[in-house]
Structures are given as C-alpha cells and as structure tokens.
C-alpha cells in the first residue's frame, strides 16, 4: 500500500482551468516532494517542501504552479492555469530523513488537459 | 551535466532466469542510488537502494552493484518471476540534495517475463 494517499485519481480538466491535486501522507512527515511523469518518459522532479516551505524547486515549476499544506496535514499542488502540455501523472511523495533515505510515492493522480 | 540513465529501454527474460537492468549516472558527486519498479497505473515503489561507501547490497532476490570507476548501477533481480514484469527506474541524490532530498531519476527500462 502506498504510503501517501492522492486524490482525485484522475482529474480531467480544460485549458485555462485551475486545479487542485491533494496528498495526505499516512503518518507525520516533514519533507515532501511533487514529481510529474510525462506519458512513457521518465519522473521528472518539481518542487520540494518542508516545514511549510519552498526548498527547492525545478525549472518546470513555474509561475503558475504552488504548492502548501493549509492544515498541517493534506500536502496540494495547484495548477492555475492548465496547458495541453501539463497533461501527466503527478506524483506526491514523502521522505522519512533528508539524506540516504529513499522517496515513497502515492499512485499519483492522472492530469488530462483538453 | 547532471543526468541519470539506463542502456536498455526494453529486456526482455524467460520466467525462472536472472535479470540485469543497468544505469549509467554522471555526477561523480552522487552518493546515493535508488532502484524503483513502477508497474502500471501505479506510482514508484522503493526496491532497493545502496549508498557510495559500498559496491554491493542484497535485499530479497534483488542485488544492486555500484561501481564508482565507471559510474554504473545495476539492478539484479533473481529467478525472475511474471509479477517482476514493470518498469525500472535507477535514481540518484542530486547536486544540492543534502539540502532537500531530491532524487533525479533516469529514462527507466522495461522488463518484460515471458512463461
């Protein structure tokens, strides 16, 4: 079972809308990480986040992307305006320490844009 | 540059035979790896990782060899079994990750278990 909890599964929604993807980790957690996975390519890294900050984050999060944890517990990422190309899976992930830890994925929430 | 990747996007193996998925890295800094199965619909799920201190780690009917010289990552998996069939994914601790965490992952490779 995952260890991370993503909602919705998959989201369809129409160029120029804003959506919400949302991760719950099952335990207490500190740092966590959003990751997107064009079809057939590989897990491209987004943004990491830990004591409700920004500690860094990769050029495809760009303006329009955001990211918080608004109640200490559901980790979102927000899209403001959709494009075609942001079409992907978009994975939440948790780490237990900072380094030589590996990352544990939720199954992701499938983003279609028409 | 920074980059992670694999030699084979598609192996293909008989059921009950050992597999060999390699990774190739390039950032000599790296001192962490990751292997990821990802199997369909589903996200990355951890397998087996191994820090730069070390050459060889063995978990359940999986080995991963570091060899630093050349900058390789393997993944072998034993009497490959039908469920074993997914994609592969190597991962290193990028530039800067003491500070974050991230993980840059490679192109991933296919195994495909034929009965």
């Known amino acids: 079972e995952p260890e991370v909890t993503q909602t919705p599964s998959h989201q369809v929604t129409q160029m120029g809308q804003e959506v919400i993807l949302r991760c719950v980790p099952i335990?207490?957690?500190?740092?966590f990480y959003w990751y997107r996975q064009i079809l057939g390519q590989k897990v491209e890294f987004l943004v990491s986040?830990?004591?409700?900050?920004?500690?860094?984050k990769s050029e495809i999060f760009d303006d329009q992307f955001s990211v918080e944890r608004p109640d200490g517990s559901n980790f979102t990422l927000k899209i403001r305006s959709t494009k075609l190309e942001d079409s992907a899976m978009y994975f939440c992930?948790?780490?237990?320490?900072?380094?030589?830890?590996?990352?544990?994925f939720g199954n992701g929430t499938r983003l279609t844009v028409t | 540059g920074e980059s992670v990747g694999l030699h084979l996007p598609t192996l293909s193996v008989q059921e009950g035979d050992n597999s060999i998925i390699n990774c190739a890295y390039s950032?000599?800094?790296?001192?962490?790896f990751i292997w990821y199965k990802q199997e369909s619909g589903k996200g990355p799920q951890f397998i087996i990782d191994?820090?730069?201190?070390?050459d060889k780690r063995q978990g359940q009917r999986v080995t991963v060899l570091l060899n630093k010289t050349v900058k390789h990552l393997s993944l072998q998996i034993a009497a490959t079994q039908p469920g074993d069939s997914a994609v592969y994914f190597c991962?290193?601790?990028?530039?800067?990750?003491?500070?974050?965490?991230?993980?840059?992952f490679g192109q991933g490779t296919t195994l495909q278990v034929k009965p």
């Open positions: 992930a948790r780490k237990d320490s900072l380094r030589n830890s590996p990352l544990h």
């Open positions: 335990s207490n957690h500190l740092y």
């Open positions: 986040f830990y004591n409700n900050e920004i500690s860094e």
């Open positions: 950032n000599s800094a790296s001192d962490y």
């Open positions: 191994i820090r730069s201190n070390m």
């Open positions: 991962a290193e601790a990028g530039r800067g990750s003491s500070n974050t965490g991230k993980l840059i």
